[in-house]
């Protein structure tokens, strides 16, 4: 099979594009013949930087979590009628030497979702770790619904901060889909627009000087959840535009930067502070998160391209490094990689 491969961390020239066996699935694992890759910030993060220590966990790595495709094989223990079915994945390459920039990728069952009818495999390929991202911070509110869904968040505010990203876009289209009333904070009218088409109620200049004011106009009482991708920057707008028993929910990190905020304001308004990092979170909580946003897909509320808010990029195989750069240097909208 055509593959991606790197052997030691460094910028994107250490990408190669090589040969290797097909793999074979091993007990309780699937094989997907992959049709389109995603590519994560999570993609060029761990080629650059390696793991914790700076080295790789693997001799030799094939990026990329997310991908979409059909499954060809299955291993001990799984039902062969999953042989043909098409599937969303996520979490292929997460401590594991192969991910989906591949033509073939073999991951745990599990992570082999059933993709709906309607959904095609380059939607289905951003799915993965932004719609995981999303749909837990959007269940991190206090007294909120375990799960999402119709009127799961009925007569809640959700303010999403940087709504014409990845994870904001899904953030957007699960919490309308659940009945919130969605606020999404861009830097621009483009964005703006973006945000809208993906289904935010209103949407506010956060560089502006009246965005907290504007944001207040919207929802007086002041918002009950905020999907957060830079805490550390707006949490002093945090604590003017959030209600009591309001949560913060945080997927983003600025580098190192350090969160301080007033905790007199914060305690007496009995306010939250929930960080979530999709590759920690429980199995089970991982496992919900997946089955929601394939019911979300089903009923036709995640969509991609220009037209609902989210512009795709498309590279092939060959020029993963291009693409994985485009996600680095922070192109508008999501980057796939075409495979089969």
Sequence with gaps: MKAIIYSSIGKSDVLRFVDRPVPEPGPGEVRVRVAVSGVNHSDWKGRQFGHRNGTLMFPEVIPHNDGSGVIDAVGAGVDRERIGQR???WEAAYKRPHGTAAECAVVPSRQAVPLPANISFET??????PAV???RCLLAGQKGPDRLGSGALSGRTVLVAGGAGAVGHTAIQLGAWSGATVIATVSGPKKAELARRAGAAHTVEYRSETAESDIRAIAPQG???IVE???TENIATHLEVLAPNGTVAAYGTEGDSVLAFPTKKAIGRNLRFQ????MTLSAADKDLASADITRAAADGALAVGEEAGLPIHRFPLQRTGEAQDAVQAGI????????G
Excluded: T
């Design 229 to 231: 991708v830079a805490a």
């Design 133 to 135: 991202a999303a749909q």
């Design 223 to 225: 918002v009950d959840l």
């Design 332 to 339: 508008l909208g999501k980057v796939v990689v075409e495979i």
């Design 124 to 129: 289905g390929a951003c799915f993965g770790l």
């Design 87 to 89: 599937v969303w994945v």
């Design 275 to 278: 960080f979530v990092l999709v």
